[in-house]
């Protein structure tokens, strides 16, 4: 299912280089991004990747976005500024009936929001903060957070996280998120999804992310550089290091040669 076909970027300039996002993308040659059920934005660390999936969460106001702040120019809010010059079109259905609106169950995904899960699940005293800061999120009132924390669903489903506590791994939590969030018919964007998973887990999400776009009409935007990731998924690549953001195949990919040529260099070390 495509939800989302294309996303333009801003090409407005702004006098001072400086100005995030701005910055992000000068001397940059950017054509519309076209998306397919699978998309990834490849690109090492500093290359904005992340950046243009919270441009992009923005502006379609999906859940997990984050209002990002820029420098302190003026009194111009340079990231809503910018977001606002992006333009993007929506996909068809099966009937090639044009989609008017973004599923309510869609979301973005963030790195951050996986460790944190993570570190609200092994530390005891800030479980409760986690779980308010969660209900918050996904669009409880304060006040009501605070009351469902203290009636009794509330405290047996913090009893159920400590038991979790003692029980799952880093890994296996990430991919209980993961479990728990990642449902039918939605467009998700994932920032650096590989957070804290083995290279099996990585191919175990990856091939259930194939499934759920083949499947369960899913769409997927994808920010990653894991090797494991990306040459599992049936995905169009951007790589964002390139200064036309090229498409390319993931073999060609600088940090997937990287793994190679280190494991080629060692390979007698594996035997027969």
Not at 47 to 68: M, V, W, Y
Not at 131 to 156: H, I, N, P
Not at 191 to 203: H, K
Request: charged share 25%.
């Amino acid at each position: 299912m495509i939800y989302l076909s294309t996303f333009q970027l801003s090409k407005k300039q702004v006098k001072n280089p400086n100005v995030y996002p701005y910055s992000v993308f000068i001397g940059k040659y950017i054509d519309p991004f076209v998306f397919t059920p699978i998309t990834i934005f490849y690109g090492n660390n500093g290359s904005g990747k992340s950046t243009l999936l919270n441009i992009i969460a923005d502006k379609l106001q999906i859940k997990g976005r984050e209002h990002a702040t820029s420098n302190s120019f003026g009194i111009v809010d340079y990231c809503d500024k910018f977001v606002d010059e992006c333009t993007f079109s929506y996909g068809e259905d099966e009937y090639g009936i044009e989609i008017r609106r973004i599923p309510k169950n869609s979301r973005y995904m963030k790195s951050e929001d996986i460790l944190y899960e993570i570190k609200k699940i092994q530390q005891e005293e800030v479980l409760s903060d986690g779980m308010l800061y969660e209900l918050v999120r996904d669009g409880m009132a304060l006040k009501d957070a605070r009351r469902f924390l203290t009636s009794k669903k509330g405290q047996d489903q913090k009893r159920y996280i400590e038991f979790s506590q003692e029980k799952y791994s880093n890994g296996e939590t990430a991919m209980q998120y993961f479990e728990e969030y990642l449902q039918p018919d939605a467009l998700y964007l994932l920032d650096e999804p590989e957070v804290s998973l083995s290279p099996a887990n990585q191919v175990k999400l990856a091939n259930e992310i194939n499934k759920m776009s083949r499947l369960l009409g899913c769409q997927f935007i994808i920010a990653t550089h894991s090797p494991f990731m990306l040459g599992t998924l049936r995905a169009k690549i951007y790589n964002i290091d390139s200064k036309e953001y090229d498409i390319v195949k993931w073999s060609e990919l600088e940090n997937v040669r990287y793994f190679y040529e280190f494991f080629k260099m060692h390979e007698d070390e594996f035997g027969q």
